[in-house]
Nanobody
Framework: QVQLVESGGGLVQAGGSLRLSCAAS????????MGWYRQAPGKQRELVAA???????NYTDSVKGRFTISRDNAKNTVNLQMNSLKPEDTAVYYC????????????????WGQGTQVTVSS
């Protein structure tokens, strides 16, 4: 199995910055995609940003130009630098990894962290 542990959430004023980090561990053969999702109260979970093992990135429109996703393939970590935060960015942020589990029969699966709260005050 693969475990994801997030850190870096918290409370910040509008216009401020936060950096989220996520470390993957366990029986990892490879991780194809790592990303961040968020879920605000009463809303569906949505993709914020994702990055492939080759470095290709994808952002939801509302965070383009403000958030930057980065990844260290050797350490199996992914970071999300969030600048110019807005109250509408308030949500629980979840780390996600599409990984191949190292086992007798390797298999690909989707893994999630427990989430970290980001609150942006106006």
């Amino acid at each position: 199995q693969v475990q994801l542990v997030e850190s870096g959430g918290g409370l910040v004023q509008a216009g401020g910055s936060l950096r989220l980090s996520c470390a993957a561990s366990g029986s990892i053969r490879s991780i194809h995609v790592m990303g961040w999702y968020r879920q605000a109260p009463g809303k569906q979970r949505e993709l914020v940003a994702a990055i492939t093992s080759g470095g290709s990135t994808n952002y939801t429109d509302s965070v383009k130009g403000r958030f930057t996703i980065s990844r260290d393939n050797a350490k199996n970590t992914v970071n999300l630098q969030m600048n110019s935060l807005k109250p509408e960015d308030t949500a629980v942020y979840y780390c996600n990894a599409l990984a191949v589990v190292a086992s007798y029969r390797p298999y690909e699966d989707d893994f999630w962290g427990q989430g970290t709260q980001v609150t942006v005050s106006s």
